[in-house]
Nanobody, 119 residues
Framework: QVQLVESGGGLVQAGGSLRLTCAASGRIFRTSKMGWFRQALGKEREFVAR????????YYADSVKGRFTISRDNARNTVYLQMNSLKPEDTAVYYCAAGIDYMSDYDYWGQGTQVTVSS
């Protein structure tokens, strides 16, 4: 099993920044990728960004490209999401996820952290 704990959410004004942290524990060596997703009230969960543990290769949703940066610290089994130039439409619960197979769905999920961007 893999456990994921997100932190770093909060309330910020539009144009501000936040950094989310996802601390992974357990059999994390089984996973190949980490991702961030978000779900706004009344909307479906959407992909934000992902990173590969080994290579560090990243991929972003168009809506956050150029504003958000995903990174990882392999020694600490931790993944970060640096969010800059935040917009009110970025308001959502942000979830961290881990996947065993890079080409398949994610297998493990955190409990989520709320990000609220005021206008």
């Amino acid at each position: 099993q893999v456990q994921l704990v997100e932190s770093g959410g909060g309330l910020v004004q539009a144009g501000g920044s936040l950094r989310l942290t996802c601390a992974a524990s357990g059999r994390i060596f089984r996973t190949s990728k980490m991702g961030w997703f978000r779900q706004a009230l009344g909307k479906e969960r959407e992909f934000v960004a992902r990173i590969r543990w080994t290579s560090g290769n990243t991929y972003y949703a168009d809506s956050v490209k150029g504003r958000f940066t995903i990174s990882r610290d392999n020694a600490r089994n931790t993944v970060y999401l640096q969010m800059n130039s935040l917009k009110p439409e970025d308001t959502a619960v942000y979830y961290c996820a881990a996947g065993i197979d890079y080409m398949s769905d994610y297998d493990y999920w955190g409990q989520g952290t709320q990000v609220t961007v005021s206008s």
